[in-house]
C-alpha cells in the first residue's frame, strides 16, 4: 500500500507521509500484539505442563518410600495385599491381575460393539438413525460413572447373582460388562471418526470394480481406517483400566487372586480410592497406594504411547500395503 | 451395438443434469464423449455402470440396454453390471494396498482363489495396461508409491483384471503429464481390439486421436453424435463448430 502510495507523484507530500507513518505504527502495534499472544500461550502451555510435572513428582515422593520396606518385586509380584495387618504385606499382585483381567474382558465385549456401531453409523445407517445413534452414544459417553456402577450394583448384581446361583453378583464379568459400557462410546467414536476418513475414491473404486457394500466395508474401508480403530480401541483399554468408581463399586473388593468369572476382584484403582482414606499418613500403606498409582500411571502412559506410535506407523506409510 | 441409451432423463433430486439421451455404443470401438463442464458427461458415464445409485436421491428414467437388457430394469443386479463394465476415474485411485493386491481385488472378489491363476492374472493385466516392465520387481510395494501416470495404468490394470466388457473412462489423463498421457493413448489404442471404450475428455486432440465415434453433449442434452472425424471437419450444429473450433465452452 505505501509502495504505490509512493509511487505515484501525483500524490500530495504530506498525506503520504501520514499514510507510511500510520501504516508503520499499525504493523508495529499488530506485531506486538503477535508477541504477547504467542507468549501467552506459551505460558498457558508451560503452566499445564509444570502442573503436571508436579502431580508425578508427588506422586512419586510418595510412592518411592515404600520401596525401602520392599523390593520392587515383592512389591508387584508379591500374592498378598494385607496392609492394615501386622506384620503389613504389600504385594499388589492381586490387584494387578484384577485390573488385567476386567480391562482385558471388557474390551472383548466392548470392541466388537464399538467397531460394529461405527460401521453401522458411518458406512450403513440411513442419515435420520445415524444422528439418532450418535446423540445416544454422546449420551453414554457423559454418563457419571457413578450412575453406570449405581446401575451394576443394584440391578445387574442381583440378576446375576440369582440366574446363575451365585455367592455374589459383584464380581469380574459384572465390573467387565459396565467398564464396556463406558469404553464403547470411546471405541465407537474414534473409530467412526476414522472410518469416515476414509477417502471417497477409495469405495468408489470398490464398489466400480463390482463390489457389495459389506465387501467395500470389510476389505477397503475398515482396512484403511485401521490405524484409527487401532487407536480407538487402545484407548477405550486406557479408559477401562484407570476407571475407577465403577470397579469400586462393583468388582466386589477382594484383593485375592481370582479363580474364575465369577469372582470378585480388587483393581488397583478402586483399592486406591477404598483405602486412601483409612491409610495413615505417611505410613506404610499410604506409600503402597501412591506407589499403586505409579504402577496405575506407567500402565496408561504405556497404553498412551502405543496409540501414539501406531497412528504415527501408518501415517507414515500412507496407511501401509494392508 | 453394446450399450444402448434410450430417451434417459436424470435428475440430482430436482436438478435434471440430463434430457432425453439416447445413443449407440459401438462393440471394441472408442467412443468419446466432449462437451464443456457441468454439460452432464461424467453424468451420462456413470449411469452405464449405476455409479450414480451410490448418491442419494437421484433417478433415471427412460432405458439403457447392455446386450440387450435393461440395466435398470428392477432384476438387474448392480454389483454384476459393474464387474462387466469397468470404470477408470479421473483421479488415479489405487487402494492403499500393495501393487499385487490391486490388482487382485476384483478377481478375489469373483471367487478365483489358485495361486498361479492369480498370479498369471496380474502379470496380463499389467501387461496389457503396459506397466508390468516398471512394477515386475516391486510387486509387493505399495501402490501409493507409484507415479500419478503408472499410479492411472495400474487402475486400468486393475479394472482389467475383472475381465469386463466395457472399460468406462471418465478424464483419465486429465491429471497426467505428457508422456504418461501418451502412454495411456497408446494404451487404449491396443485395448480397444478387446474392449469396448467409452472415455470423457476435455482434449479436443485427444477426442480426435484415439476415438472412432463422438457425442458432443450441451447442457444436459446430446447435441451431436457421430464419427469422429465427421464431428471434427464438418460437424452438422452450429453449437458443435463453435465448442471443437473453441469459440466457447
Ligand atoms: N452429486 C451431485 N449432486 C448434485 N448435482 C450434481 C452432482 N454431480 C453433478 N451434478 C450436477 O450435474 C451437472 C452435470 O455434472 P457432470 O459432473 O456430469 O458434468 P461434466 O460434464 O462431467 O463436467 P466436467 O467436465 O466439469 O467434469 C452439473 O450441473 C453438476 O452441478
Ligand atoms: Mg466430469
Known sequence: ?322 | MIIQTKNVDFFYGAFRALTDVTLDFKKNRVTALIGPSGCGKSTLLRLLNRMNDLIDGTRVEGEILFEGQNIYAPNADPVEIRQRIGMVFQKPNPFPKSIFNNITYAPKLAGIRDRGEIEALVEESLKRAVLWDEVKDILTKSAMTLSGGQQQRLCIARALAMKPDVILMDEPTSALDPISTAKIEELIDTLKKHYTIIIVTHNMQQAARISEYTGFFYMGKLIEFNVTEKIFTNPDAKQTEDYITGRFG
Open chain 1, 1 to 322: 500500500m505505501c509502495a504505490v502510495a509512493g509511487s505515484k507523484p501525483a500524490v500530495p507530500a504530506k498525506p503520504k507521509k501520514r499514510t507510511i507513518m500510520e501504516s508503520r505504527k499499525r504493523a508495529l502495534t499488530s506485531r506486538v500484539r503477535e508477541i504477547i499472544i504467542k507468549n501467552l500461550f506459551a505460558f498457558l502451555a508451560f503452566i499445564s505442563v509444570l502442573l503436571l510435572g508436579l502431580i508425578v513428582l508427588f506422586l512419586f515422593r510418595e510412592g518411592l518410600p515404600i520401596f525401602k520396606q520392599i523390593s520392587v518385586s515383592q512389591f508387584l509380584f508379591g500374592s498378598a495385599w494385607y496392609p492394615t495387618y501386622n506384620p503389613p504385606e504389600y504385594g499388589i499382585w492381586p490387584l494387578i491381575v484384577g485390573s488385567v483381567i476386567v480391562t482385558v474382558l471388557s474390551c472383548l465385549i466392548a470392541v466388537p460393539f464399538g467397531l460394529l456401531a461405527a460401521v453401522y453409523i458411518s458406512e450403513i445407517a440411513p442419515a435420520r438413525i445415524k444422528e439418532i445413534l450418535k446423540s445416544i452414544i454422546e449420551l453414554l459417553a457423559g454418563l457419571p460413572s457413578v450412575v453406570l456402577g449405581f446401575f451394576g450394583m443394584v440391578i445387574l448384581a442381583p440378576w446375576m447373582q440369582e440366574t446363575f446361583d451365585l455367592p455374589t453378583g459383584l464380581n469380574i464379568v459384572n465390573a467387565s460388562v459396565m467398564l464396556a459400557v463406558m469404553a464403547i462410546p470411546t471405541i465407537s467414536s474414534i473409530s467412526e471418526d476414522a472410518l469416515y476418513a476414509v477417502p471417497r475414491e477409495y469405495k468408489e473404486a470398490s464398489y466400480a470394480l463390482g463390489a457389495t457394500k459389506y465387501e467395500t466395508i470389510a476389505k477397503v474401508a475398515i482396512p484403511a481406517a485401521l490405524s484409527g480403530i487401532s487407536t480407538a480401541v487402545i484407548l477405550g483399554m486406557a479408559r477401562a483400566i484407570g476407571e475407577t468408581m465403577v470397579v469400586l463399586m462393583v468388582a466386589g473388593g477382594s484383593a485375592a487372586i481370582p479363580r474364575g468369572l465369577f469372582d470378585s476382584v480388587r483393581p488397583m484403582p478402586a483399592s486406591i480410592a477404598a483405602e486412601m482414606g483409612e491409610a495413615p499418613f505417611q505410613s506404610g500403606h499410604y506409600h503402597a497406594l501412591f506407589a499403586t498409582g505409579i504402577v496405575l500411571f506407567f500402565i496408561t502412559l504405556a497404553f498412551n504411547l502405543v496409540a501414539d506410535h501406531i497412528s504415527n506407523r501408518f501415517k507414515e506409510e500412507g496407511s501401509g500395503t494392508l
